[in-house]
């Protein structure tokens, strides 16, 4: 029996860096009666009360809930009133140094860089880097538009798998490029949820706008995970929907 479900969290949830609305809130409080929920995504922890947690109920609910920030680089659980983290796989100060040029001297030889930006392209998550290629406060409306069919960060990734092989490369969100340690990736994730939580894979489902080869949801994949491909969160909502049907009918 499916006792634990895994989200993707920007196009999955919740537009890039928006809030979840209250639908998909209800939907899942709902879903928190019947299952265990976990989120991994590329976002960083203040993203995630931003974005996630601020439209949830508070209650003690809340320890059926694990939130995997940075795809999976850490693991936060509720307990005591508040969000502890289990563990982080952060970078060395020399490594960030190395992934930030190596991010900019792709952009530049690709020639995508983009030419109107909303604050810093590149974001130091600790146990991430990420390449906003419009910057971190850019309109959905611009992101839409500037590389819907991942062209221009596909070529960027081409080089960065070059530049960068001893990393872990992967697209996610409408403009993102996530650079994390070699291995620790949303595979990582599952398995840490499979380990920390005693959940079996086979009783997981993952969710995900981004499963595609390349993805930053695919590598979930590999694990043997059940996993639902969705296209944005109007998506997301009727899989959810079933889910808490199934469930709330054993």
């Not at 940075?70 to 140094?97: I, P, S």
């Not at 530049?108 to 909303?118: D, F, L, S, Y």
């Not at 419009?134 to 069919?149: F, H, M, N, R």
Request: proline share 6%; with cysteine; charged share 25%.
């Amino acid at each position: 029996m499916k006792r634990l479900i895994v989200f993707d969290l920007d196009g999955t949830l919740a537009p890039s860096k928006s809030a979840i609305d209250a639908e998909m809130a209800k939907l899942l409080d709902d879903l928190l009666d019947v299952a265990q929920i976990a989120v991994i995504s590329g976002g960083g922890f203040p993203q995630f009360e931003k974005q996630f947690l601020a439209g949830l109920p508070h209650d003690d609910r809340l320890a059926r809930l694990s939130l995997l920030p940075t795809c999976g680089t850490r693991f936060m659980r509720y307990a005591d009133g508040g969000w502890h983290q289990l563990y982080a796989e952060n970078f060395t100060d020399g490594e960030k140094v190395r992934i930030e040029k190596a991010i900019d001297d792709a952009v530049e030889r690709t020639g995508c860089k983009a030419e109107t930006t909303w604050g810093p392209a590149v974001e130091d998550r600790g146990s991430q880097i990420t390449y906003s290629a419009l910057g971190q406060q850019a309109p959905i409306e611009a992101k839409a538009v500037w590389d819907p069919d991942f062209a221009k960060r596909k070529k960027i990734k081409a080089i960065l798998d070059i530049t960068l092989p001893d990393y872990g490369v992967a697209m996610g969100g409408m403009t993102s490029i996530d650079v994390t340690k070699a291995g620790i990736d949303k595979a990582y994730g599952i398995y840490k949820l499979r380990d920390i939580l005693h959940v079996p894979i086979d009783d997981m489902i993952f969710i995900g706008d981004a499963l595609f080869p390349g993805g930053n949801d695919h590598p979930a994949c590999s694990t043997g995970v059940d996993c639902i491909p969705v296209v944005d969160p109007e998506h997301t909502k009727p899989a959810i929907r079933a889910i808490v049907s199934c469930l709330g009918s054993r």
